[in-house]
Antibody, heavy 121, light 106 residues
Framework: QPQLQEWGPGLVKPSETLSLTCTVS??????????WGWIRQPPGKGLEWIGS???????YYSPSLKSRVTISVDTSANQFSLTLTSVIAADTAIYYC?????????????WGQGALVTVSS | DIQMTQSPSSLSASVGDRVTITCRAG??????LNWYQQKPGKAPTVLIF???RLQRGVPPRFSGSGSGTDFTLTISNLQPEDFATYFC?????????FGQGTKLEI
């Protein structure tokens, strides 16, 4: 079972860019059977899928965030990253990275421990 | 986007009870429905995928059923470690969407 770990700044100013990276260990990100994705959860609230990336670079984004989101992959470092531009207070959330099994039964497993990002001046 | 609606939002039960949580999709998603458990301060973990398929390592007291638009998660013989929040998630189409969660309390 791979381990995923998110890291990046915990505080971002409004209108600036949120950047997080997810490091994958105990597995290679160059795996045909999986995508890699980001999900967020505002404190005390529900889960929102942000987007996913394949090791070859193919991406899928949530339509509600697509204009502000970029997900990229660095296979040499076994990492993938999230950038979210023009952040507002509503982007304050715990950001999780996860592996996504795909094929017949897509599911998020496992998840990273999560990184709290607060948008505040 | 496919809207996912869970009920109830919260549920009180006792150790040893059997509980059922319902998830309804805004349109048919066949059997592309996953269930996750989230404990306070922790990331979610998958319990059930494909509506009724038990994730490896998950105790058999957890079971799922349903297809189309209506799904259920049943937990039999509740154990203390089962008190958590449960989310459903559809994997039929992108964007993946989640239910709002059901908090299971003692």
């Amino acid at each position: 079972q791979p381990q995923l770990q998110e890291w990046g700044p915990g505080l971002v100013k409004p209108s600036e860019t949120l950047s997080l990276t997810c490091t994958v260990s105990r597995d290679s990100i160059n795996t045909r059977s999986f995508y890699w994705g980001w999900i967020r959860q505002p404190p005390g609230k529900g889960l929102e899928w942000i987007g996913s990336i394949y090791y070859g670079g193919s991406t899928y984004y949530s339509p509600s965030l697509k204009s502000r989101v970029t997900i990229s992959v660095d296979t040499s470092a076994n990492q993938f990253s999230l950038t979210l531009t023009s952040v507002i207070a509503a982007d304050t959330a715990i950001y999780y990275c996860a592996r996504i099994s795909f094929g017949q039964w897509d599911r998020f497993d496992p998840w990273g421990q999560g990184a709290l990002v607060t948008v505040s001046s | 986007d496919i809207q996912m609606t869970q009920s109830p939002s919260s549920l009180s039960a006792s150790v040893g009870d059997r509980v059922t949580i319902t998830c309804r999709a805004g349109q048919s998603i066949d059997s592309y429905l996953n269930w996750y458990q989230q404990k306070p301060g922790k990331a979610p973990t998958v319990l059930i995928f494909g509506s009724s398929r038990l994730q490896r390592g998950v105790p058999p007291r957890f079971s799922g059923s349903g297809s189309g638009t209506d799904f259920t998660l049943t937990i039999s013989n509740l154990q203390p470690e089962d008190f958590a929040t449960y989310f459903c998630q559809q994997s039929n189409s992108i964007p993946y969407t989640f239910g709002q969660g059901t908090k299971l309390e003692i």
